[in-house]
């Protein structure tokens, strides 16, 4: 992404496993290493392959809306006015999650063609 402006425009999609918990909180599933070495090394310890993050109700809200059928903008609008009132800068602070997500690789970004999504 260039600029914030090109990373509105851009639909997230999920790339990680999640989960939610019965308050509708989200826990993005994670990979602790791609190496088949180190894998062998947490199997060796009995150590889990995978950690959890827990996401805020607003990062939860998020994930959920990065379905692959909105852009980043579209995701603002709808988080204000969920959150109307209890949110600040929900456009500035939306568009950093979805950038360090993308940075951690939990999320790709698309931009809509007349042929369809490309990356």
């Known amino acids: 992404m260039k600029n914030s402006q090109d990373l509105l425009n ?8 999640y989960e939610e918990d019965e308050n509708s ?6 990979q602790k ?3 088949p070495f180190i894998n062998r090394i947490l199997d060796l310890f009995q150590s889990p392959r995978y950690f959890r993050v827990k996401l805020d ?6 994930w959920k809306l990065a379905d692959g059928s909105r852009t980043v903008l579209e995701i603002c609008r709808a988080l204000e006015k969920e959150f109307a009132g209890q949110i600040e800068q929900a456009e500035s602070r ?6 360090q997500l993308f940075k951690a690789g939990q999320i790709k970004f ?10």
Do not use: D, H
């Open 10 to 17: 851009a639909i997230p999609v999920r790339t990680v496993e």
């Open 25 to 30: 909180s989200v826990f993005l599933i994670n």
């Open 33 to 35: 290493s791609k190496s």
């Open 57 to 62: 109700n607003y990062g939860s809200r998020c």
């Open 94 to 99: 939306t568009v950093l999650f979805f950038y």
């Open 110 to 119: 698309y931009k809509k063609t007349e042929e369809g999504m490309n990356e």
